[in-house]
């Protein structure tokens, strides 16, 4: 029993830091050319919890396009939830699909 309870404990821990470490370092996902300019944002506005009344922790961020000066892309927080942003150099960051369950 005492070992069960120990090793609950050490995943959870584990788990807990590996969720820290994403938190201020998400998967970023690239596959198109933006300017560096660009990624350095994302990474930057995709760091940290969404809110303080929503503990939602950034994990993965997908860039989806880049046209007209204007990127978009969607970040996936755990537990559960995507929002769709875009970003203009100059004009700063929108969202374009509020925080939703994933489909």
Do not use: H, W
Request: charged share 20%; hydrophobic share 40%.
């Amino acid at each position: 029993m005492k070992k069960k309870i120990g090793m609950g404990i050490i995943i959870t821990v584990v788990f807990i830091i590996v969720l820290f470490v994403f938190s201020k370092n998400p998967i970023v996902s690239c596959n198109i050319e933006i300017p560096e300019s660009y990624m350095e944002a994302v990474k930057e506005q995709a760091e940290g919890v969404y809110s303080n009344r929503l503990p939602l922790i950034p994990v993965y961020v997908r860039i989806d396009s880049y046209a007209e000066e204007k990127l978009y892309y969607t970040i996936y927080y755990f537990p559960l939830g995507i929002v769709g942003m875009s970003y203009i150099e100059g004009e700063g960051y929108n969202i374009e699909k509020p925080l939703s369950r994933l489909s």
